[in-house]
């Protein structure tokens, strides 16, 4: 018997990939067009990415078929996409996949027009009508260059008609598969990730009268450059810091509109693996280039603490400053509350921007002071720095440092706290010592933060002041 030729295995490999090409170009080629939709659904992740899931519902002929399906996301990633048929039976093969996203516009179709012939029309005043010409495409790069009779010419002040559009040129990105269908219909499920579209939370805070309490009120900004538009969606929020592998002023408006009123919660929502979803509990319509907002929580007469705090530095702790360190210091004015379901919250909170407001005598409502919040759990308290006290202030002299040994220093302090209010108020003094500390000696109980830091928290009487000094030894290696 004679040897194989070794010819033969690389003939077999050129059969094969001159096969598919061929059986691609005989295919039928139909399209499926976001009219066709059954169903859309939209998962935004607050990472400025989000999934979409669609079912369409598409005639197939048996057999190979191109099908060319439009009205998908231009930021899509087309390495996550997926489709299926939703009857399951093995009906449906996709034996190849393309993203087209050659898209169609003047530049792009003069592009595709070099070396080729088109018309040009200008106007000619004199005989009143537009004259035409023929021109070949010489070059797009930097302007239009046309061969019009024996002339080059460019910038030519007049129109240029086309005798056709490019095959390769769509006119919103698709997806094209050369599908093998065993059934005349098929329901289609696509689900594929997309970037560009993206979701915060804002809230709006406006306190009492007496700082105590206050109505919160959270929005959901949904800002969507993904390409394309969700028509009555079924829209799901992410909150959480999704893994991922990196690829190479409308809230003031609606605060002043009124309290925030107790209301039924748009969205439900669920503990999802290690991140929080929220569901909005009715279709909504995300449009291409649109943002929109909808309401995530109303919390009225939420408790409130309002604290002022002066926060030193840890470098005083390790050397000598001779005298005065601060003069005039600004204390910094904070809002606390409890994310607790006894404080008329208990939901888990995404991360965003919280805007404070507060009525003058008047009654409207002026703007305080912001901070960004972190995605806060249940049963977590919130910290908000509105800004920085005017009516308190703060002087700091270092009194003694001495230094013991290599890393240790033994010092004392004076903390003059300044009142010009005309109520006592009570301020929370926090010194990071940044190492092994031991309070000799203070005129005020001290509290212990951490093994690095403590705190004093002297009141401060109206139009008055306070004298906090205190001795304190500490080492850092």
């Not at 197939?60 to 048929?85: D, K, M, N, Y």
């Not at 003047?106 to 009143?128: E, F, H, S």
Request: glycine residues 8%; proline residues 6%; aromatic residues 8%.
């Amino acid at each position: 018997m004679p040897a194989p030729s070794p010819w033969l295995p690389s003939l077999a490999i050129a059969v094969l990939c001159l096969a598919a090409p061929a059986r691609a170009a005989e295919a039928p080629r139909l399209r499926s067009t976001p009219e066709q939709r059954r169903e859309v659904s939209l998962t935004v992740y607050n990472q400025d990415f989000g999934l979409v899931r669609e079912r369409r519902a598409v005639e197939l002929p048996r057999g190979p078929v191109a099908l060319e399906f439009e009205g998908v996301a231009s930021s899509i990633q087309p390495e996550t996409v997926s489709i299926r048929s939703l009857a399951g039976d093995g009906t449906l093969r996709v034996l190849e996949q393309n993203y087209r996203y050659d898209l169609l516009s003047p530049q792009a179709l003069l592009q595709k027009y070099v070396g080729r012939q088109v018309k040009v029309y200008r106007w000619n005043d004199v005989t009143g009508r537009e004259e035409e010409r023929a021109a070949e495409v010489l070059a797009t790069n930097g302007g239009l260059v046309l061969r019009i009779g024996d002339e080059i010419t460019f910038d030519y002040p007049g129109r240029i008609g086309f005798p056709e559009i490019p095959a390769n040129l769509i006119a919103r990105p698709s997806l094209v598969w050369l599908l093998e269908s065993g059934a005349e219909r098929q329901e289609l499920e696509v689900s594929y990730l997309a970037g560009q579209i993206n979701w915060r939370a804002d809230y709006v805070l406006v306190l009492s009268a007496d700082d105590r309490s206050g109505d919160l009120t959270g929005w959901v900004t949904l800002d969507n450059r993904s390409g394309a538009s969700y028509e009555d969606a079924k829209l799901k929020l992410v909150a959480g810091d999704v893994q991922r592998v990196a690829p190479k002023a409308v809230m003031d408006m609606m605060v002043m509109r009124g309290a925030a009123q107790e209301a039924a919660p748009q969205f439900r929502e669920e503990s999802f693996f290690e991140y929080h979803l929220y569901t909005l509990e009715r279709p909504a319509s995300v449009l291409d280039n649109e943002q929109k907002q909808i309401t995530l929580l109303q919390a009225p007469g939420v408790g409130l603490d309002k604290r002022l705090i002066l926060r030193g530095e840890p470098h005083w702790f390790r050397g000598a400053y001779g005298g005065q360190i601060e003069s005039r210091r600004k204390v910094g004015v904070f809002i606390e509350l409890e994310n607790r379901e006894a404080n008329r919250l208990g939901m888990p909170l995404p991360k965003g921007v919280v805007r404070v407001y507060k009525a003058d005598s008047e009654g409207g409502r002026q703007f305080v002071g912001e901070d960004q919040i972190d995605h806060t759990p249940r049963d977590e308290r919130i910290r908000i720095k509105v800004g920085e006290a005017f009516d308190v202030v703060a002087d700091r002299r270092q009194m003694e440092w001495r230094e013991q040994g290599r890393c240790a220093s033994e010092s004392s302090f004076e903390i003059e706290l300044r009142n010009h209010k005309k109520e006592e108020v009570e301020v929370e003094v926090i010194e990071p010592a940044m190492g092994d500390w031991e309070i000799l000696q203070s005129s005020h109980p001290h509290t212990r933060k951490d093994a690095q830091s403590f705190s004093f928290t002297p009141k401060v009487p109206a139009d008055g002041k306070t004298l906090v000094s205190y001795r304190v030894r500490v080492r850092w290696c």
